[in-house]
């Protein structure tokens, strides 16, 4: 299995961005996709995670309403849509899938928000 982020970058405060996160090596249409991120100074947090076939999200209470996960499964693609950016939501950001019993996590996409 490999997952390859994508999108990152330097933005405002209040920008916009979009991740993208395209799987190869699975059924990709089965299984539930999650974000991550992280910063030097926390562990890798949770963000947010889509079904296999999007009819379940979550979100971290620190991104909801700001933050949207999609998927395309035709594609082998799951995307966050990071609206409102703040400085705090500079991170690495990662993708990751649990596949037979082992996660599986991309090299990630650097997010820096800054004015």
């Known amino acids: 299995v490999q997952l390859v982020e994508s999108g990152g970058g330097l933005v405002q405060p209040g920008g916009s961005l979009r991740l993208s996160c395209v799987a190869s090596g699975c059924t990709f249409s089965r299984y539930t996709m999650t974000w991550y991120r992280q910063t030097p100074r926390k562990e890798r947090e949770f963000v947010a995670r889509i079904s296999g076939d999007s009819s379940l999200t979550d979100y971290a209470d620190s991104v909801k309403g700001r933050f949207t996960v999609s998927r395309d499964n035709a594609k082998n693609t799951v995307y966050l849509q990071i609206d409102s950016l703040k400085p705090e939501d500079t991170a690495v950001y990662y993708c990751?899938?649990?596949?037979?019993?082992?996660?599986?996590w991309g090299q990630g996409t650097q997010v820096t928000v800054s004015s």
């Open positions: 990751k899938v649990n596949n037979g019993g082992f996660d599986y």
